[in-house]
């Protein structure tokens, strides 16, 4: 298993998991790595399940195909919510629950705060009127002592109401606001006119040949790479990037490019030295303090970053290694499968950074939202280790 492609350790787990017959199916992130035809099958599987069936999952179009119902851990709100009907209704549903959850505080804050300027406006008339029956008491108008009493009475009356109008108010908490990540993919000077080439590439594995392969990636092309399992994708990134040894023909960087790079193993920061230390590594020009912000803006916070990087969770990798691409100008990004174990609000918000992003891209994904999503100006297909451009 560990000399698997982390595709095909999927496939191997989805192949078990078709196989066996229980009465309760709990699956975590079953999408991850699988291609194409394995989400097929995996939907399949799922919809055609008569037992419960419990699944956690940030692939979008996954969940919209499969689920009848939405358990929602809403952090923010400290709070566990249940959505009736698919993954597209809780959607819709929980827009309107969220608009409806500030209209009833805005209400609530706009009618407390009228009541409490009336009852200091009330406060205030009834101490002016106290002050001038101090001031006019040595007269001899008994008439106008009287009436300035009750008028002072009367509006101590109505202060006192006032509050007791307050007091009954059913009060409506203030919804927390959401932690947002607000992410920007940081650019360096353009590279040169040609980023990447393979001439006559080939690699070797036992009986998988990759190759040969005559492929060049010019600046600012945006590259979806697609494929099954097994395939070679990452073979072909390893071999673009001049990180794998080739058993015949060569590849070349161009001048001027620096890779930005998520991985599929999410290897990047995996070892024993604590999160803050290997980040810092990375970006030496930056200051500690410097460092703790910016990763406390990608929800990596003081209980994470001195943790040895190792025992991260792959999704707390993942936004550390986003982070580093913040930090870090690049002009030739590589993004192998990104949007496994991030979660829907991180999804929402790389897709958006890539629309803005002007350099190199080249991204591997099966996320089929993101492949509609994220404009890209070629589409390579690589199948039994051969490379194709659509």
Request: hydrophobic residues 40%.
């Amino acid at each position: 298993m560990t000399s698997l492609s982390g595709g095909q350790a999927a496939r191997a787990g989805l192949a078990s998991l078709l196989l066996s017959r229980y009465d309760v199916f709990l699956l975590d992130e079953p999408t991850n790595d699988l291609d194409l035809d394995g989400l097929d099958r995996l939907e399949k599987f799922v919809k055609g399940l008569r037992a419960g069936t419990v699944v956690v999952s940030h692939d979008r179009e996954f969940l919209a195909r499969t689920v009848t119902k939405v358990v929602e851990l809403d952090l923010a709100q400290q709070q566990v919510n249940t959505y009736g009907g698919g993954y597209e209704a809780y959607l819709e549903e929980r827009e309107v629950s969220r608009r409806h959850a500030r209209e009833e505080y805005d209400e609530f804050a706009d009618k407390k705060s009228s009541l409490e300027a009336r009852g200091q406006m009330q406060r205030s008339w009834m101490d002016q009127g106290v002050k001038n029956a101090r001031r006019k008491a040595t007269d001899n108008d008994k008439i106008g002592r009287k009436f300035r009493s009750e008028a002072s009475e009367k509006q101590a009356a109505k202060a006192r109401q006032t509050q007791r109008m307050i007091e009954r108010l059913d009060v409506v908490e203030e919804p927390r606001k959401e932690w947002e990540l607000k992410m920007e993919i940081a650019a360096a000077p353009r590279s040169g006119a040609v980023v990447a080439t393979l001439r006559g590439a080939e690699v070797r594995r036992g009986d998988f040949t990759f190759g040969p392969v005559d492929l060049q990636i010019d600046w600012a092309d945006r590259v979806a790479i697609t494929g099954a399992n097994g395939s070679g994708k990452s073979t072909l990134l390893a071999a673009l990037l001049g990180r794998l040894p080739l058993d015949a023909g060569n590849a070349a960087l161009g001048p001027g490019v620096v890779v930005g790079e998520v991985d599929q193993a999410r290897g990047l920061f995996f070892g024993e030295e604590p999160l803050m230390d290997a980040f810092a590594a990375s970006v030496p020009d930056l200051e500690p303090a410097d460092v703790r912000t910016l990763l406390a803006k990608f929800g990596l916070k003081a209980a994470h970053v001195l943790r040895p990087a190792a025992t991260l969770s792959p999704g707390e990798r993942t936004r550390a290694a986003l982070a580093l691409l913040q930090a870090r100008g690049v002009n030739l990004l590589v993004l192998d499968e990104p949007t496994n174990h991030l979660d829907l609000p991180a999804i929402e918000q790389l897709e958006s950074a890539l629309s803005s992003y002007n350099g190199t891209l080249l991204l591997v994904t099966h996320d089929r939202r993101m492949l509609n999503a994220v404009s890209t100006t070629r589409r390579i297909e690589v199948a039994d280790g051969r490379v194709t451009e659509a």
